[in-house]
C-alpha cells in the first residue's frame, strides 16, 4: 500500500469524526448566500470562531485545531487547490501560524440567519443562534432517560409517558411490563377474577324477605361494624411495628382480620335474631365482610398504580425543571443583554444632548461670527459713511405708535485708528422736533483706540439726506459743545446723542418734487471732518 504524503487532507485522519468537533454553521440557515470569506477552508461551513493563517486563508477554530493535532507539516488545503506545486513556509499550518480573526468574526456574528429545525419560525442574527438552539422547542434532542431515540424537545414529556422503552411499568397483578399510558388503561385477568363475587354453597337460613328487611334497616349498624373493623386493623399494624415484629406483621394483619370476621358474623347473626329472623344474616355478614376485604385490596392496588404515576410524574417535572432552568438562563441572558443595550442608548443619548448643546453654542458663534463680518464689510475708515435706510413706511408707522421710535445706523471710524462713531435716527422727531420733523443725532462710542485719542471730540460733523433724483439734497451741519458729555471719551458703550432734532420736516420727506424717499428707501450720509 502506498503510504500517505505528510500534509494530504484526502487521508482518513485528516478529517474528524462525524460528533468529535462543532463545525462551522451550515448555510442553509442565513438569509442570504454567504460570502466566501465567511467560509472555512475545511468544512466549507460559516465559520465557527475564525481563525486566519499566514497564507490569509481562514478555518474553524475547531476545524484547524484537530487537523494540525492530527496531522504533521499540514499544507493549507486552500494553497493545494490554488497552486499544488507552492511550497512555501507560510502555507505550514502549525499551532504559531494562525491567529484569532476579530474582524471577521464580528462580520460573521450580525448575519442574518433563520432556524433550520422544521415548524421553528424564528429569525435573528448569528450570535444569537446557539443560545436559540438551546432553548428551540423544535430541536431534536436525545432521550434524557438514554432510550436512544431522537425526539422534539416540546414532545419530551409526551415521549417519557407514551413512547420511551426505558420508561416502563410493572402491573402489580400480571407482572407484565408496558407503558405508563397502557398501565392506567390496563386490566388483567386476575383483578377481572377478583372483582366476581364469591359464591357459597351454603343453603341460605332465615327467610330471604327478613334478610332483605334486615339490610335496609341496619345501615348504621353496618357502618359501626366496618368502622370498627378497620380501626382494629390499625391498631393491630401499629402494636406488630412497637413491638419490632416486622416478620410476623401480615399473620397478624390477618389473624386480626379473621378475628374482626369472626366479631362481623356474630354480630350479624345478633343483629338477625333481635329482628326476629333466624341464622340467615350470618352467610350475607360474611359475604359482605369478603367484599370489604377485596375491596380494600383493590385499594392497594390503586394505590400501587399511583405510586408510578407519581414516579412517572416526578420524571416528567424533573426534565420540566431542567427546561425552566435553561429558560430562566436564557431570560438572565436577554435581560443583561437589554440592561447593556440600554446604558449604550442612555450613553448615546447624553452624546446626543452634548452635541446638540455644542451645536447650538456653534450657531451662536457663527451668528456672532457673521454680524461682526457684516458690521466689518459695511465699516468705514475715513470718517464718510453712507447709511442706506430700508422700509420707511413700516418704520414709520413703529415710530408714530411708539412701538420702536429711533434706530441707529452700522459705527463707523473716522480714520483708521480714529474715533468710533454712528447715527440716532428718529423718524417721528424727538425733542422740539417730535411728530413734525425727522430728528438725526450724532453719537460718540467707545472704540478700541480712545485711549491715544485726544479728547474731548471737536470735529465738524455734516449730515445730508440725499435726493435721490439729484436736484436737491438737505444738508445739516454743527460743531461739538466742548464741554458737553456727549463728546466726552466714553465711559459706557455710547455716549448721549447730540445733533439736529428738526433735521427734515415730514411733509419734505414725502413730497413728489423731491426724491428723499424712493423705493420706500432712505439715503443718509454723514461726514466727519477731520482736518478742521
Given at each position: 500500500m502506498a503510504e500517505r504524503p505528510p500534509g494530504d487532507l484526502d487521508g482518513v485522519l485528516s478529517a474528524p469524526g462525524e460528533n468529535e468537533y462543532p463545525s462551522g454553521f451550515p448555510q442553509n440557515i442565513c438569509d442570504d448566500v454567504p460570502q466566501d470569506k465567511y467560509l472555512c477552508s475545511n468544512c466549507n461551513n460559516v465559520l465557527n470562531k475564525a481563525r486566519q493563517t499566514k497564507c490569509g486563508h481562514r478555518y474553524c477554530h475547531a476545524c484547524v485545531t484537530w487537523?494540525?493535532?492530527?496531522?504533521?507539516?499540514?499544507?493549507?488545503?486552500?494553497?493545494?487547490?490554488?497552486?499544488?506545486?507552492?511550497?512555501?513556509?507560510?502555507?505550514?499550518?502549525?499551532?504559531?501560524?494562525?491567529?484569532?480573526?476579530?474582524?471577521?468574526?464580528?462580520?460573521?456574528?450580525?448575519l442574518k440567519v433563520h432556524c433550520a429545525n422544521q415548524g421553528c419560525t424564528w429569525r435573528g442574527i448569528l450570535k444569537n443562534y446557539e443560545d436559540h438552539q438551546c432553548q428551540c422547542d423544535f430541536a431534536l434532542i436525545p432521550c434524557n432517560i438514554g432510550c436512544g431515540?431522537?425526539?422534539?424537545?416540546?414532545?419530551?414529556?409526551?415521549?417519557?409517558?407514551?413512547?420511551?422503552?426505558?420508561?416502563?411499568?410493572?402491573?402489580?397483578?400480571?407482572?407484565?411490563?408496558?407503558?405508563?399510558?397502557?398501565?392506567?388503561?390496563?386490566?388483567?385477568q386476575s383483578q377481572a377474577r377478583d372483582q366476581k363475587p364469591a359464591k357459597t354453597d351454603k343453603k341460605e337460613k332465615g327467610n330471604a324477605e327478613k334478610v332483605k328487611e334486615h339490610e335496609?334497616?341496619?345501615?348504621?349498624?353496618?357502618?359501626?361494624?366496618?368502622?370498627?373493623?378497620?380501626?382494629?386493623?390499625?391498631?393491630?399494624?401499629?402494636?406488630?411495628?412497637?413491638?419490632?415484629?416486622?416478620?410476623?406483621?401480615?399473620?397478624?394483619?390477618?389473624a386480626a382480620l379473621g378475628e374482626a370476621i369472626a366479631n362481623l358474623q356474630m354480630w350479624g347473626t345478633t343483629d338477625v335474631e333481635a329482628d326476629g329472623g333466624n341464622g340467615g344474616c350470618n352467610e350475607a355478614s360474611l359475604a359482605q365482610s369478603l367484599q370489604d376485604g377485596q375491596a380494600t385490596g383493590l385499594l392497594v392496588q390503586r394505590l400501587e398504580e399511583l405510586q408510578e404515576r407519581v414516579h412517572i410524574s416526578e420524571n416528567i417535572i424533573t426534565v420540566l425543571n431542567r427546561e425552566v432552568e435553561k429558560t430562566q438562563l436564557g431570560i438572565a441572558m436577554l435581560d443583561q443583554q437589554n440592561q447593556t443595550s440600554r446604558e449604550t442608548i442612555q450613553e448615546l443619548e447624553n452624546q446626543i444632548t452634548?452635541?446638540?448643546?455644542?451645536?447650538?453654542?456653534?450657531?451662536?458663534?457663527?451668528?456672532?461670527?457673521?454680524?461682526?463680518?457684516?458690521?466689518?464689510?459695511?465699516?468705514?475708515?475715513?470718517?464718510?459713511?453712507?447709511?442706506?435706510?430700508?422700509?420707511?413706511?413700516?418704520?414709520m408707522r413703529d415710530?408714530?405708535?411708539?412701538?420702536?421710535?429711533?434706530?441707529?445706523?452700522?459705527?463707523?471710524?473716522?480714520?483708521?485708528?480714529?474715533?468710533?462713531?454712528?447715527?440716532?435716527?428718529?423718524?417721528?422727531?424727538?425733542?422740539?422736533?417730535?411728530?413734525?420733523?425727522?430728528?438725526?443725532?450724532f453719537v460718540v462710542m467707545k472704540g478700541e483706540y480712545d485711549a491715544l485719542l485726544s479728547w474731548p471730540f471737536k470735529h465738524k460733523v455734516t449730515f445730508f439726506l440725499l435726493d435721490q433724483n439729484h436736484k436737491e439734497h438737505m444738508i445739516d451741519a454743527f460743531r461739538p459743545d466742548l464741554s458737553s458729555s456727549s463728546f466726552q471719551r466714553p465711559v459706557t458703550e455710547m455716549n448721549l446723542a447730540s445733533g439736529c432734532p428738526s433735521f427734515c420736516p415730514l411733509g419734505k420727506l414725502r413730497s413728489p418734487r423731491h426724491g428723499y424717499c424712493k423705493?420706500?428707501?432712505?439715503?443718509?450720509?454723514?461726514?466727519?471732518d477731520t482736518t478742521s
Amino acid at each position: 500500500m502506498a503510504e500517505r504524503p505528510p500534509g494530504d487532507l484526502d487521508g482518513v485522519l485528516s478529517a474528524p469524526g462525524e460528533n468529535e468537533y462543532p463545525s462551522g454553521f451550515p448555510q442553509n440557515i442565513c438569509d442570504d448566500v454567504p460570502q466566501d470569506k465567511y467560509l472555512c477552508s475545511n468544512c466549507n461551513n460559516v465559520l465557527n470562531k475564525a481563525r486566519q493563517t499566514k497564507c490569509g486563508h481562514r478555518y474553524c477554530h475547531a476545524c484547524v485545531t484537530w487537523l494540525v493535532r492530527n496531522n504533521k507539516n499540514l499544507v493549507c488545503k486552500r494553497c493545494k487547490e490554488e497552486d499544488s506545486s507552492l511550497e512555501n513556509g507560510n502555507s505550514i499550518l502549525t499551532p504559531d501560524t494562525f491567529f484569532n480573526d476579530a474582524a471577521i468574526n464580528k462580520e460573521i456574528s450580525e448575519l442574518k440567519v433563520h432556524c433550520a429545525n422544521q415548524g421553528c419560525t424564528w429569525r435573528g442574527i448569528l450570535k444569537n443562534y446557539e443560545d436559540h438552539q438551546c432553548q428551540c422547542d423544535f430541536a431534536l434532542i436525545p432521550c434524557n432517560i438514554g432510550c436512544g431515540q431522537m425526539v422534539e424537545r416540546r414532545k419530551l414529556a409526551s415521549h417519557l409517558v407514551k413512547g420511551c422503552p426505558n420508561n416502563m411499568s410493572t402491573c402489580s397483578s400480571c407482572s407484565q411490563a408496558m407503558s405508563p399510558a397502557k398501565l392506567q388503561k390496563h386490566t388483567c385477568q386476575s383483578q377481572a377474577r377478583d372483582q366476581k363475587p364469591a359464591k357459597t354453597d351454603k343453603k341460605e337460613k332465615g327467610n330471604a324477605e327478613k334478610v332483605k328487611e334486615h339490610e335496609v334497616s341496619s345501615h348504621v349498624a353496618h357502618l359501626q361494624l366496618l368502622l370498627q373493623i378497620i380501626s382494629n386493623l390499625q391498631e393491630s399494624v401499629l402494636a406488630s411495628t412497637r413491638r419490632g415484629q416486622e416478620s410476623q406483621g401480615p399473620y397478624g394483619q390477618i389473624a386480626a382480620l379473621g378475628e374482626a370476621i369472626a366479631n362481623l358474623q356474630m354480630w350479624g347473626t345478633t343483629d338477625v335474631e333481635a329482628d326476629g329472623g333466624n341464622g340467615g344474616c350470618n352467610e350475607a355478614s360474611l359475604a359482605q365482610s369478603l367484599q370489604d376485604g377485596q375491596a380494600t385490596g383493590l385499594l392497594v392496588q390503586r394505590l400501587e398504580e399511583l405510586q408510578e404515576r407519581v414516579h412517572i410524574s416526578e420524571n416528567i417535572i424533573t426534565v420540566l425543571n431542567r427546561e425552566v432552568e435553561k429558560t430562566q438562563l436564557g431570560i438572565a441572558m436577554l435581560d443583561q443583554q437589554n440592561q447593556t443595550s440600554r446604558e449604550t442608548i442612555q450613553e448615546l443619548e447624553n452624546q446626543i444632548t452634548e452635541h446638540q448643546r455644542s451645536m447650538v453654542i456653534k450657531d451662536i458663534l457663527l451668528n456672532d461670527l457673521h454680524q461682526r463680518i457684516t458690521a466689518q464689510e459695511e465699516i468705514s475708515y475715513d470718517g464718510t459713511f453712507l447709511w442706506k435706510v430700508c422700509n420707511i413706511s413700516q418704520k414709520m408707522r413703529d415710530a408714530s405708535t411708539g412701538r420702536k421710535s429711533n434706530h441707529f445706523s452700522p459705527a463707523f471710524y473716522t480714520s483708521r485708528y480714529g474715533f468710533r462713531v454712528c447715527m440716532r435716527l428718529y423718524l417721528n422727531g424727538d425733542g422740539v422736533g417730535k411728530g413734525t420733523h425727522i430728528s438725526l443725532f450724532f453719537v460718540v462710542m467707545k472704540g478700541e483706540y480712545d485711549a491715544l485719542l485726544s479728547w474731548p471730540f471737536k470735529h465738524k460733523v455734516t449730515f445730508f439726506l440725499l435726493d435721490q433724483n439729484h436736484k436737491e439734497h438737505m444738508i445739516d451741519a454743527f460743531r461739538p459743545d466742548l464741554s458737553s458729555s456727549s463728546f466726552q471719551r466714553p465711559v459706557t458703550e455710547m455716549n448721549l446723542a447730540s445733533g439736529c432734532p428738526s433735521f427734515c420736516p415730514l411733509g419734505k420727506l414725502r413730497s413728489p418734487r423731491h426724491g428723499y424717499c424712493k423705493d420706500d428707501t432712505l439715503f443718509i450720509k454723514c461726514v466727519v471732518d477731520t482736518t478742521s
